[in-house]
T-cell receptor, first 114, second 113 residues
Framework: EADIYQTPRYLVIGTGKKITLECSQT?????MYWYQQDPGMELHLIHY???????EKGDLSSESTVSRIRTEHFPLTLESARPSHTSQYLC?????????????FGPGTRLLVL | DQQVKQNSPSLSVQEGRISILNCDYT??????FLWYKKYPAEGPTFLIS?????DKNEDGRFTVFLNKSAKHLSLHIVPSQPGDSAVYFC????????????FGTGTRLTIIP
């Protein structure tokens, strides 16, 4: 069973607020990812990291930022939330050299910006 | 431009029958394909995968077929069970690239008891 956690699970927040979505994994995986998914739509990769101090932007442009100071932790931050940021955010991790099947997903954070 | 397409947003199948979920892709560089299953309020979980050097991969009740010339893959579930009711995502990747996954929009499968 995958040990990857996301908090909060649900968040309702007002426009302009700064928010940080937490993602942690206890598997020692080097690679971590953030996906954004709107209802009925595909998962879009917005950020990824191949290890500590490594962060890259994904295929979908996002106003969010990420950091990777520790292997197990990959938080995503929105400096000023807007209604257009309302979505589900999924974090994932995988082990270097172990193949794509080992990309484990967290339960997601559903964000609603009013 | 959507590179991985799942044209059926939903599918209902009688319990015990075969469920067939379809996926099309446009990027000929994709050489590895995966199916994920997602229950409400949970993240996707890996189900089965197939490399482009194969045309079929089987794991218990789940079989994935790949037709490279048609850029089409399908997931067969037989026999279908109520616990199979979920959203199924097709994903593709270029293995020798950066191993990023490109997902389809998902198909919601409902198994009718």
């Amino acid at each position: 069973e995958a040990d990857i956690y996301q908090t909060p699970r649900y968040l309702v927040i007002g426009t302009g607020k700064k928010i940080t979505l937490e993602c942690s994994q206890t598997m020692g995986h080097d690679k971590m990812y953030w996906y954004q998914q709107d209802p009925g739509m595909e998962l879009h990769l917005i950020h990824y990291s191949y290890g500590v101090n490594s962060t890259e932007k994904g295929d979908l442009s996002s106003e969010s930022t990420v950091s990777r100071i520790r292997t197990e932790h990959f938080p995503l931050t929105l400096e000023s939330a807007r209604p257009s940021h309302t979505s589900q955010y999924l974090c994932a991790s995988s082990e270097e050299g172990r193949g794509l099947e080992t990309q484990y997903f967290g339960p997601g954070t559903r964000l609603l910006v009013l | 431009d959507q590179q991985v397409k799942q044209n059926s947003p939903s599918l209902s199948v009688q319990e015990g029958r075969i469920s067939i979920l379809n996926c099309d892709y446009t990027n000929s560089m994709f050489d590895y394909f995966l199916w994920y299953k997602k229950y409400p309020a949970e993240g996707p979980t890996f189900l089965i995968s197939i490399s482009s050097i194969k045309d079929k991969n089987e794991d218990g009740r789940f079989t994935v077929f790949l037709n490279k010339s048609a850029k089409h893959l399908s997931l067969h579930i037989v026999p279908s069970q109520p616990g199979d009711s979920a959203v199924y995502f097709c994903a593709a990747s270029v293995l020798r690239g950066n191993e990023k996954l490109t997902f389809g929009t998902g198909t919601r499968l409902t198994i009718i008891p």
